[in-house]
């Protein structure tokens, strides 16, 4: 069964520095988003993108925060200038369509020290 | 807002015993879905069961099953005949039917263990 991948795994990164993670959706989803989920902590939505822009953002998501879908497979999320409490688990998530379920890959790991 | 809480941080169950998993929700909406997925060691977030709130009739998928209340706004899950692999950490979400958003509230996890 296809998967949504998401890499690296765990990265780890200085504070102020620039990291992007990467996702591949399935194939045939049309809709994308990012959570996060800070350790021990509730998952919280980050953004929804669809049609090659942002439909969706929380208010965590500021003007550090950036998303693209530059050649029709990667998806990705880009902190342009990390902060401590920007550690968390990262999951990326598709959709074909809005009422179709939500499939979540296995998360990336960020550790901002 | 909408909110969702899961009271329980962690539950434990023996196998092939049963135990359910609560979840409360806070919402002025009438048409919504509720879903509970698994996270196991592995991270990834599965997708365990889905309600509509328009239907009156619980979901049920294989050992899973649902108590939904919408009048009490209560969700519970219920797995029966528990197995080793069913321990992870469960979360309950919300989802607007409305045409404006369609993102995930989550609660906070219950940490299910299952004891041989």
């Known amino acids: 069964e296809p998967e949504v991948t998401q890499t690296p795994s765990h990265q780890v990164t200085q504070m102020g520095q620039e990291v992007i993670l990467r996702c591949v959706p399935i194939?045939?989803?049309?809709?994308f988003y990012w959570y996060r989920q800070i350790l021990g902590q509730k998952v919280e939505f980050l953004v929804s993108f669809y049609n090659n822009e942002i439909s969706e953002k929380s208010e965590i998501f500021d003007d550090q925060f950036s998303v693209e879908r530059p050649d029709g497979s990667n998806f990705t999320l880009k902190i342009r200038s990390t902060k401590l409490e920007d550690s968390a688990m990262y999951f990326c998530?598709?959709?074909?369509?809005?009422?179709?379920?939500?499939?979540f890959g296995n998360g990336t790991r960020l550790t901002v020290t | 807002a909408q909110t969702v809480t899961q009271s329980q941080p962690e539950m434990s169950v023996q196998e092939a015993e049963t135990v359910t998993l609560s979840c409360t929700y806070d919402?002025?909406?009438?048409?919504?879905?509720l879903f509970w997925y698994k996270q196991p060691p592995s991270r990834q977030m599965i997708l365990v069961i889905r309600?509509?709130?328009?239907?009156?009739q619980n979901a049920t998928e294989n050992r899973f099953s649902v108590n939904f209340q919408k009048a009490a706004k209560s969700f519970s899950l219920k797995i029966s005949d528990s197995q080793l692999g069913d321990a992870a950490m469960y979360f309950c979400a919300y989802r607007s039917a409305g045409k404006n958003t369609d993102k995930l509230i989550f609660g906070t996890g219950t940490r299910l263990q299952v004891f041989p």
């Open positions: 998530a598709g959709r074909t369509g809005l009422i179709s379920p939500l499939h």
């Open positions: 919402t002025s909406e009438s048409d919504y879905y």
């Open positions: 194939s045939n989803h049309l809709y």
């Open positions: 309600q509509e709130a328009y239907k009156q």
